[in-house]
């Protein structure tokens, strides 16, 4: 994980547990090469063969324009790549009775109760999802579900020692048995990449989608020792699919960001 985090984030200071999930700063420096050859292994931990995506918009700025066209936005581009060749390419990672399939939005949530006001632990967020799981503010969570929590523009994510738009644009990870990915509204630089914000959403997005399918417990599903998950050896290189800006993602059949 050293090397890992020297080749790819030197500027930042992550544990070992926080490099594994986090969608990393774009850098305008060119990429330094990986520490190995990429290869993901599978180390046998659960899989979302057929992903159940459901977007919370937390904070209030989500409710009226120009969030509420955004987050509309963000669900279209969610309802067109489940189904589309992005997720048909993650087949090659299927395993003995779990085979990834096409997925889907099964809904979406704006939730104005308790916004953070300036910034929000990933202690904090945990807490409130399953508060929300538990008062069925939410849909309860199913082998496949995967909560994609969206922060109000301007509120700043913390996850462990890192800050977003310092260190990261975007994590995901799970608590027990819930999967869960927060993105923190690109406001910076780093996080934009020179990208409009949707754009910039949409790649990040991608990028989190592809490592919850293949590795939802961060380490436990496909992943590699020395350049991280499936979107880890691609940060920051995109094509289109569906008309959306995605990330391109490590294919180990290929052998390279596809």
Not at 132 to 145: H, M
Not at 169 to 186: I, Q, T, W
């Amino acid at each position: 994980m050293a090397t890992k985090k020297t080749a790819k984030a030197q500027h930042h200071s992550y544990s070992a547990h926080e490099y594994i999930k986090v969608v990393p700063l774009h850098s305008p420096e060119p990429a330094l090469a990986a520490a190995a050859m990429p290869h993901l292994v599978y180390s046998g931990g659960p899989l979302l063969t057929s992903v159940q995506v459901y977007t919370i918009f937390w904070g209030k700025k989500w409710s009226a324009e120009p969030g509420a066209g955004m987050a509309t936005k963000l669900n279209a581009f969610y309802k067109a790549i489940l189904g589309s060749p992005l997720i048909d390419q993650l087949a090659e990672y299927s395993v003995p009775g779990k085979s990834i399939t096409h997925g889907s939005l099964v809904g979406s949530k704006v939730i104005t109760a308790n916004p953070p006001a300036a910034s929000v632990t990933d202690t904090s967020i945990r807490t409130q999802l399953n508060a929300w799981i538990s008062a069925r503010t939410v849909p309860a969570t199913t082998a496949n579900t995967l909560y994609f929590i969206y922060l109000d523009p301007g509120i700043v994510s913390i996850m462990g020692g890192s800050k977003s738009c310092s260190s990261y644009c975007g994590y995901h990870d799970a608590v027990g048995k819930v999967y869960y990915a927060v993105m923190p509204y690109p406001s910076c630089s780093g996080c934009l990449g020179g990208l409009a914000a949707f754009d910039a959403l949409t790649g990040t997005s991608s990028h989190e989608l592809c490592e919850a399918i293949t590795d939802p417990v961060p380490g436990g599903g496909w992943y590699d020792s020395q350049n991280g998950e499936i979107g880890d050896i691609c940060a920051w290189r995109f094509k289109q699919v569906a008309g959306y800006n995605v990330q391109l993602e490590w294919s180990n059949a290929q052998n390279q960001c596809v």
